[in-house]
Structures are given as C-alpha cells and as structure tokens.
Nanobody
Framework: QVQLVESGGGLVQAGDSLRLSCESS????????MGWFRQAPGKEREFVAA????????YYSDSVKGRFTISRDSPKITMYLQMNSLKPEDTAVYFC???????????????????WGQGTQVTVSS
C-alpha cells in the first residue's frame, strides 16, 4: 500500500521561505509524474509544480515560477517543494501526489494522479 506523508507547513510572513517534504512508502517510483498541488478555502485544487520521474524535467504554474523549486531525493524517495518569497496568496493546503504511469500531457491535471498525501497547511501573513 502506497502512503504519502507531507510535512513542513506552517505560519510565516510574506517574503519568508518554507520547505515542504513528502515521504513515500510502500512502493518505489521510477517512472511517471510526481507533483504538488494546493487548495485554498473555497477554491478548486490547483497545480503548483511537478517533475517527470524519468529525466527530472520540472514544470511550474505561472504563479510560482521563479519562487518555488520541486526536487526529489531518489534514494529516500522523498519529494520536496522549496518555497521562497512567499505571498499571502500562496496560503493553502498543499498536497503531494504521484502518478506512476503518468504521461507528460497530464502532468498538470490532478485527476490523473493516483496517490495523494493528506496535505499540509501553509499560511502566509501580510
């Protein structure tokens, strides 16, 4: 059984940084997509960042490009999201997800991810 567990969220001020972690267990992922999504109150879940597990190519939403960095620690099968220059509009619950058979065209679409963490709250005050 695959389990994803996020950590690292918290309350910070605008301009601060946070690093989210997502530890996986139960299976090794070597292909497909892994990503981060977020959901603010009253809004739909939105794409934040993703990585192709083979090749390491990264993709970002326009709202976080240049501020957030997705990475992976392969031996430990841990995924990270480094978030710099945080803004109040980044406030949301952040989820990590994995799509072992995911293809490039679906990398930004939450529906195509098979495994999800429980989420971690990030709150950015102005």
């Amino acid at each position: 059984q695959v389990q994803l567990v996020e950590s690292g969220g918290g309350l910070v001020q605008a301009g601060d940084s946070l690093r989210l972690s997502c530890e996986s267990s139960g299976r090794t992922f070597s292909n497909g997509n892994m990503g981060w999504f977020r959901q603010a109150p009253g809004k739909e879940r939105e794409f934040v960042a993703a990585m192709r597990l083979r090749g390491g190519y990264t993709y970002y939403s326009d709202s976080v490009k240049g501020r957030f960095t997705i990475s992976r620690d392969s031996p430990k099968i841990t995924m990270y999201l480094q978030m710099n220059s945080l803004k109040p509009e980044d406030t949301a619950v952040y989820f990590c997800a994995v799509a072992p058979g995911g293809i490039l065209s679906s990398i930004r679409t939450a529906d195509y991810y098979d495994y999800w963490g429980q989420g971690t709250q990030v709150t950015v005050s102005s």
